[in-house]
C-alpha cells in the first residue's frame, strides 16, 4: 500500500455504489504522474471546494500535484485585485471572510491559463455561468481531463431538462461526475463536521488505475477528517436532489417568514421530497431512489439547505419586508446567489413543455410566488388546488 493510501485509510464501504460499508483497506496506487487539479469558482462554496482540494492535494504528492489552481472571476475590492488579495493574505475576504487557505491555493483570473495541462477540474460557479464558462473553454480541455461538477441546477434548453454534468460532458467532450451533499459551505470552511457524496462513472476509455480517476483518486481529492465522502455512480440521483432542494427551501422560507413555525416548514419538506422524487423517476429514472433518502446528497441535504442555507433566508426575508426576491438577494447576499430562484423557473418552463405542471404542485407554487406575485399566505391552497386537479 503506497503512503498515500495509508494516511488515508480508504474503506471499500465508501466506494461501493450501496451504503454497506467494511473496514477493510483499499490501496491507492500512487500516479505515475501526480494529477494537477484546478477548480473553476471562487464563491463561496468554491472557496471551500478550493480549500479542501488544495489540502488534500498538498497531503497527497504521490497521487496529486500539489499547486492547486483556482479560476478566480476578478473583482476589485477597495482598490485591490481580489486575486492578489488571496494570494498574498490567503483568504477571500468577499466570499468566504475569516477562512485562512493553504498557501499551495493559487488564485487566477485567467480561465484559460487556470487548466493549462489539467487533468482534474472541479466546476463550482453558480449554474447561471456555466454556458458562458464552457464556451470559453471549448478547445483548451483535452478529452483526457476529468471532472466533477460542485454546481447546483440543471439547464434547460433546447435539449430538454439537462443535469449540469452532461452539459459538461457534451460540451466540453469530457467525463464529468458530481459532487453534492449537506454542506453549507461556512460550516464546511471553519473544518466543522459534515458528509457528502460523489458521483462518478468510469468512462470507457479509462487508462488504468495510476494513470486515471477512479472512485478512489476521487475520495483521496475531497475526503477530509471534517468532510466524510461517500463515492457512489448516480450521478442523476445525487444533482436532481442538489438542484431541487433549493426550490423547496425557497417553500420553507416563505412559511417561516409568515411566522408559521415548524409544522408548516415540515410540511413544505415533506411534500417537497415527494416532488423531487417524482422529477427524477419521471426524467431520469436512471436516478436510484435509495440516494434519495440514503445519501447526504438527498434527504440529509434537504434538511439542512431548509434549515440555514441562503434561499431560505432570501424567501424569509421576502415574506417580512414584502421585497422582491432579487432585492433580498442583493440585501442579504453580497454577491452571492440563491440557486433556487433561477431553478424554479427552469423547472416551470421545462415542466410547462412537458405538460406536467400539476404533477408538481409545489415547485409551480413557488415559481408563482417569485416570478409573478402570487401571494404566498395562499401556499396551502395552492398545493391542494393543484393536487385536486390532477385527480
Ligand atoms: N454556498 C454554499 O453553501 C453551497 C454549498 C453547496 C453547493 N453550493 C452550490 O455551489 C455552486 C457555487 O456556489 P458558490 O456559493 O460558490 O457561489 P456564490 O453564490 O458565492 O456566487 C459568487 C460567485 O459568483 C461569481 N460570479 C459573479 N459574477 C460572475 C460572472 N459574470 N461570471 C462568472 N462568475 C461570476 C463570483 O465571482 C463568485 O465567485 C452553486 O451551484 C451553489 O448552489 C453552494
Ligand atoms: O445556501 P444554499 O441555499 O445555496 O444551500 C447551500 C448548500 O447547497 C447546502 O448543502
Same mark, same amino acid.
Given at each position: 500500500m503506497s503512503a498515500a493510501a495509508d494516511r488515508l485509510n480508504l474503506t471499500s464501504g465508501h466506494l461501493n455504489a450501496g451504503r454497506k460499508r467494511s473496514s477493510s483497506s483499499v490501496s491507492l496506487k500512487a500516479a505515475e504522474k501526480p494529477f494537477k487539479v484546478t477548480v473553476i469558482g471562487s464563491g463561496n462554496w468554491g472557496?471551500?471546494?478550493a480549500k479542501v482540494v488544495a489540502e488534500n492535494c498538498k497531503g497527497y504528492p504521490e497521487v496529486f500535484a500539489p499547486e492547486v489552481q483556482m479560476w478566480v472571476f476578478e473583482e476589485d475590492i477597495n482598490g485591490e485585485k481580489l486575486t492578489e488579495i488571496i494570494n498574498t493574505r490567503h483568504q477571500n475576504v468577499k466570499y468566504l471572510p475569516n477562512i485562512t487557505l493553504p498557501d499551495n491555493l493559487v488564485a487566477n483570473p485567467d480561465l484559460i491559463d487556470s487548466v493549462k495541462d489539467v487533468d482534474i477540474l472541479v466546476f463550482n460557479i453558480p449554474h447561471q455561468f456555466l454556458p458562458r464558462i464552457c464556451?470559453?473553454?471549448k478547445g483548451h480541455v483535452s478529452s483526457h481531463v476529468r471532472a466533477i461538477s460542485c454546481l447546483k441546477g440543471f439547464e434547460v434548453g433546447a435539449k430538454g431538462v439537462q443535469l449540469l454534468s452532461s452539459y459538461i460532458t457534451e460540451n466540453l467532450g469530457i467525463q464529468c461526475g458530481a459532487l453534492s451533499g449537506a454542506n453549507i459551505a461556512t460550516e464546511v470552511a471553519q473544518e466543522h463536521w459534515s458528509e457528502t457524496t460523489v458521483a462518478y462513472h468510469i468512462p470507457k476509455d479509462f487508462r488504468?488505475?495510476?494513470k486515471d480517476v477512479d472512485h478512489k483518486v476521487l475520495k483521496a481529492l475531497f475526503h477530509r477528517p471534517y468532510f466524510h465522502v461517500s463515492v457512489i455512480e448516480d450521478v442523476a440521483g445525487i444533482s436532481i436532489c442538489g438542484a431541487l432542494k433549493n426550490v423547496v427551501a425557497l417553500g420553507c422560507g416563505f412559511v417561516e417568514? &409568515?411566522?408559521w413555525g415548524n409544522n408548516a416548514s415540515a410540511a413544505i419538506q415533506r411534500v417537497g421530497l415527494g416532488e423531487i422524487i417524482r422529477f427524477g423517476q419521471m426524467f431520469f429514472p436512471e436516478s436510484r431512489e435509495e440516494t434519495y433518502y440514503q445519501e447526504s446528497a438527498g434527504v440529509a441535504d434537504l434538511i439542512t439547505t431548509c434549515a440555514g442555507?441562503?434561499?431560505v433566508k432570501v424567501a424569509r426575508l421576502m415574506a417580512t419586508s414584502g421585497k422582491d426576491a432579487w432585492e433580498c438577494e442583493k440585501e442579504l447576499l453580497n454577491g452571492q446567489s440563491a440557486q433556487g430562484l433561477i431553478t424554479c423557473k427552469e423547472v416551470h418552463e421545462w &415542466?410547462?413543455?412537458c405538460g406536467s405542471v400539476e404533477?408538481?404542485?409545489?415547485?409551480?407554487?413557488?415559481?408563482?410566488i417569485v416570478y409573478n406575485n402570487y401571494p404566498m399566505k395562499n401556499l396551502p391552497d395552492m398545493i391542494e388546488e393543484l393536487d385536486l386537479h390532477g385527480e
Open positions: 472557496t471551500t471546494i464556451g470559453q473553454l488504468g488505475e495510476g417568514g &409568515l411566522g442555507g441562503r434561499n &415542466l410547462e413543455t404533477d408538481f404542485p409545489l415547485f409551480e407554487a413557488v415559481y408563482q
